[in-house]
């Protein structure tokens, strides 16, 4: 409830150590005005972190000083970061779970500056509840051009009745969100992206690059369907980022994009109004069958 909420931010705040270290020279953002993001960012991060396997960005001493990843619990104790059963991704140290607040406040503590999550809920660690594709422009790129991109990708999902949903990266790019029916198995989201970036990338070679690779993607955007394989990982809306400017990962509507100035167009300083509007331009956000799509790309799909 909110007063137990507003004592358990005070108590965390109040005993967080080196609250002023600066995390990132580029905007002079100390840990404990990272802290204070997280603390009110919370009850909307929670909302996608929660059910989902969650790794983390830790900065031990600021963004300059090395970042490190991290997918399973560590040595220390941390509080409402909660180990998921050893048997969910077997072969493995156990997986990682934040359900609250009290997760969120123990990993600030601990320089966690990113969340990333899987796109699988712990309940069916097989069968994805979303596809991702990240779109990453390539040198020379202008924004124009990725807004370009992700409408088509927009326009391109829905020829096969598929709504999508988007984010910024807080980096450099846009992240478009296929929520499904966790009914198909890991294998057939990963192969149907990787096809789908494929033809997109037949279609307009001249603004989607067919490979990764910095190489292949001058000019042009690459719609990375890495993002859909086994452990893979997407940054979560409303985390920050371990990047100079400390950018934030922000759901918009589909007609905001061209008003934007990049991946990046808020960040820590500058998220607190935008936590107003929150996750309102996903509140149509339902889950949704591939069938369709995969009945067009069936033959294209055999591996
Ligand atoms: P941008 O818009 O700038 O491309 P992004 O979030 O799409 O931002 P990256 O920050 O390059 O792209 O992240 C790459 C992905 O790989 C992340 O989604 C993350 O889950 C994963 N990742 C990042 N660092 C590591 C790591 N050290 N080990 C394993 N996976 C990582
Ligand atoms: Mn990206
Ligand atoms: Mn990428």
Redesign the pocket.
């Known amino acids: 409830d909110d007063a137990r909420d507003r004592i358990l931010v005070a108590s965390r705040l109040a005993r967080l150590t080196h609250p002023d270290r600066i995390i990132d020279a580029l905007s002079g953002l100390r840990k404990l005005d990272l802290a204070r993001y997280y603390a009110k960012a919370a009850p909307l991060l929670l909302k996608h972190l929660r059910g989902r396997p969650v790794?983390f960005?830790r900065a031990p001493t600021g963004i300059a000083g090395g970042?490190?990843?991290q997918?399973h619990p560590g040595g220390h104790a941390m509080p409402g970061v909660n180990p998921l059963p050893q048997h969910l991704y077997p072969g493995h140290p156990p997986l990682m779970e934040i359900a609250t607040l009290e997760g969120i406040m123990a990993c600030v503590q601990m320089n966690v500056v990113?969340f990333?999550t899987w796109n699988v809920s712990r309940t069916a660690i097989g069968r994805p509840d979303r596809m991702v594709f990240?779109?990453?422009?390539g040198r020379g790129v202008q924004w124009g051009q990725v807004c370009q991109a992700a409408d088509m990708v927009r326009a391109f999902l829905a020829e096969f009745g598929l709504t999508s949903w988007l984010k910024?990266?807080?980096?450099?790019?846009?992240?478009i969100i296929v929520p499904l029916i966790d009914r198909h198995g890991l294998d057939i989201v990963s192969v149907l992206s990787r096809g789908m970036a494929q033809r997109l990338a037949r279609t307009a070679p001249g603004v989607f690059a067919a490979q990764s690779g910095d190489r292949h993607r001058v000019g042009r955007v690459f719609a990375?369907y890495l993002?859909n394989g086994q452990a893979?990982?997407?940054?979560a809306a409303w985390s920050a980022?371990a990047?100079p400017g400390l950018g934030v990962?922000v759901p918009v509507a589909w007609d905001e994009v061209s008003a934007l100035r990049g991946?990046?167009h808020w960040s820590v300083a500058t998220a607190g109004t935008r936590l107003n509007v929150g996750d309102t331009p996903w509140r149509d956000y339902a889950p949704q069958s591939l069938d369709k799509a995969l009945k067009a790309f069936g033959p294209a799909l055999r591996m």
């Open positions: 790794a960005v970042t490190f990843f997918r990113e990333h990240d779109l990453d422009p910024t990266s807080g980096g450099r790019g846009l992240h990375d993002r893979a990982t997407t940054v980022r990047r990962s991946g990046d």
